[in-house]
């Protein structure tokens, strides 16, 4: 028996372009329960990356594929194929690379071998939506002399940042940020300035402030102000705007604010002509707000959801989408004198017209600092089988 442990040594987040290093320990443990133990013998380890990509078959018409000669592949047992058994169909994968030849295990004995591979920057970001699926793995072949190929699978998640592609790293080392005290290999120190430049791209982004004011008004007259300081934010920000219903004609009821992403299908590739977008929710906030002056809403976006992509199948959008409850009558009638003694009463109306109105305000949505998504992923960093 061999215990295969891979451990990511960053966690389970990486933004495309990154370096993953993943360390996969072999080890023949030493039973307190068994007397005779013996040396264990691995013929072969192999690793590599591949995105495995599934759609649902009532919101996507795929094109059919010539999977003939994967198939030949899949029946084989003997052959290293990371997606064997997988839903969907693999649309991205890396070079798979040998770990080791001919592995001899004694007793008590164990041995690493680290696996390091650049992510692909053109693929798509991980995604799981309601008509299609993004996933990302690192799958560790292992086998023994005259036995079936047994796989270790390690999810993790990708996010891809827009402008990292096309920039070019100063070609002269000299004027390029390091640390003198410290040496590093040229893949290690390229891999940590991508990161950094990632996070100064995602400030710059983000951090840009100016005033964007809307009318709120429906077919009767105004209802008030809506006030937001940017539309640009990163996943893990809070989305912050103001009303302000002191000027309306029109009162206003109720309000809410619901942070939703709207994931439809290119049309080429709808099953239906036409078909509805699908609408996520992710937050929401709702006030009563008859005699209000002023109110405020502050919405989260989850670290765990996906920001904003285009692929030539899917394209995923945010947005803010408000619905107002407004009266038909004036303000002054929604209070009634309830007594005609000297303390008066004022009680709402029992019964009171009232009229309804949607709208939408796109966002946008980028990616943010991968540590610190890897601190609420799903997945986790160590993963293990026996064999």
């Given at each position: 028996?061999?215990?295969?442990?891979?451990?990511?040594?960053?966690?389970?987040?990486?933004?495309?372009?990154?370096?993953?290093?993943?360390?996969?320990?072999?080890?023949?443990?030493?039973?307190?329960?068994?007397?005779?133990?013996?040396?264990?013998?691995?013929?072969?380890?192999?690793?590599?990356?591949?995105?495995?990509?599934?759609?649902?078959?009532?919101?996507?018409?795929?094109?059919?594929?010539?999977?003939?000669?994967?198939?030949?592949?899949?029946?084989?047992?003997?052959?290293?194929?990371?997606?064997?058994?997988?839903?969907?169909?693999?649309?991205?994968?890396?070079?798979?690379?040998?770990?080791?030849?001919?592995?001899?295990?004694?007793?008590?004995?164990?041995?690493?071998?680290?696996?390091?591979?650049?992510?692909?920057?053109?693929?798509?970001?991980?995604?799981?939506?309601?008509?299609?699926?993004?996933?990302?793995?690192?799958?560790?072949?292992?086998?023994?002399?005259?036995?079936?190929?047994?796989?270790?699978?390690?999810?993790?998640?990708?996010?891809?940042?827009?402008?990292?592609?096309?920039?070019?790293?100063?070609?002269?080392?000299?004027?390029?940020?390091?640390?003198?005290f410290?040496?590093?290999?040229?893949?290690?120190?390229?891999?940590?300035?991508?990161?950094?430049?990632?996070?100064?791209?995602?400030?710059?982004?983000?951090?840009?402030?100016?005033?964007?004011?809307?009318?709120?008004?429906?077919?009767?007259?105004?209802?008030?102000?809506?006030?937001?300081?940017?539309?640009?934010?990163?996943?893990?920000?809070?989305?912050?705007?103001?009303?302000?219903?002191?000027?309306?004609?029109?009162?206003?009821?109720?309000?809410?604010?619901?942070?939703?992403?709207?994931?439809?299908?290119?049309?080429?590739?709808?099953?239906?002509?036409?078909?509805?977008?699908?609408?996520?929710?992710?937050?929401?906030?709702?006030?009563?707000?008859?005699?209000?002056?002023?109110?405020?809403?502050s919405?989260?976006?989850?670290?765990?959801?996906?920001?904003?992509?285009?692929?030539?199948?899917?394209?995923?959008?945010?947005?803010?989408?408000?619905?107002?409850?407004?009266?038909g009558?004036?303000?002054?009638t929604?209070?009634?004198?309830?007594?005609?003694s000297e303390?008066?009463?004022?009680?709402?109306?029992?019964?009171?017209?009232?009229?309804?109105f949607?709208?939408?305000?796109?966002?946008k949505?980028?990616?943010?600092?991968?540590?610190?998504?890897?601190?609420?992923?799903?997945?986790?960093?160590?993963?293990?089988?026996?064999?």
């Amino acid at each position: 028996m061999i215990e295969v442990l891979a451990k990511l040594g960053r966690g389970p987040v990486f933004l495309a372009g990154e370096v993953l290093e993943c360390v996969i320990t072999f080890t023949n443990p030493l039973s307190a329960s068994s007397t005779s133990a013996s040396s264990e013998m691995l013929a072969w380890a192999s690793a590599q990356i591949h995105c495995q990509f599934h759609a649902s078959e009532n919101r996507v018409a795929l094109p059919p594929s010539d999977g003939s000669k994967h198939d030949v592949q899949a029946e084989n047992e003997t052959v290293f194929v990371p997606n064997r058994g997988e839903r969907g169909q693999c649309i991205l994968s890396t070079p798979p690379k040998i770990l080791f030849c001919d592995l001899r295990l004694d007793p008590g004995e164990s041995k690493s071998y680290s696996y390091c591979e650049t992510l692909p920057i053109d693929g798509p970001p991980s995604f799981r939506g309601q008509s299609v699926k993004y996933m990302y793995k690192l799958t560790i072949g292992c086998q023994r002399v005259n036995s079936p190929i047994k796989l270790l699978r390690v999810p993790f998640r990708v996010l891809v940042l827009h402008g990292l592609k096309d920039y070019q790293f100063p070609q002269d080392e000299a004027v390029a940020p390091s640390n003198p005290f410290l040496e590093e290999e040229e893949g290690l120190k390229k891999d940590s300035r991508l990161a950094d430049l990632a996070t100064e791209l995602l400030m710059v982004a983000t951090s840009r402030r100016s005033l964007h004011l809307y009318n709120i008004s429906n077919t009767r007259g105004k209802v008030g102000t809506f006030c937001i300081f940017k539309t640009v934010y990163k996943i893990g920000e809070d989305v912050i705007g103001t009303f302000n219903f002191s000027e309306g004609d029109i009162p206003c009821l109720q309000f809410s604010v619901s942070l939703q992403t709207e994931e439809s299908i290119q049309e080429e590739f709808q099953r239906r002509r036409g078909q509805p977008v699908s609408f996520s929710t992710h937050a929401r906030h709702q006030e009563a707000c008859l005699h209000t002056a002023q109110s405020s809403f502050s919405l989260p976006i989850p670290l765990s959801s996906t920001p904003g992509f285009t692929t030539n199948i899917v394209s995923l959008k945010w947005r803010l989408h408000f619905e107002f409850v407004t009266s038909g009558e004036s303000a002054g009638t929604c209070l009634v004198r309830g007594s005609q003694s000297e303390a008066v009463t004022w009680t709402g109306v029992e019964q009171m017209e009232v009229d309804t109105f949607s709208w939408d305000l796109p966002i946008k949505v980028l990616p943010t600092n991968p540590i610190l998504a890897s601190y609420v992923s799903q997945f986790s960093s160590t993963n293990s089988i026996t064999i």
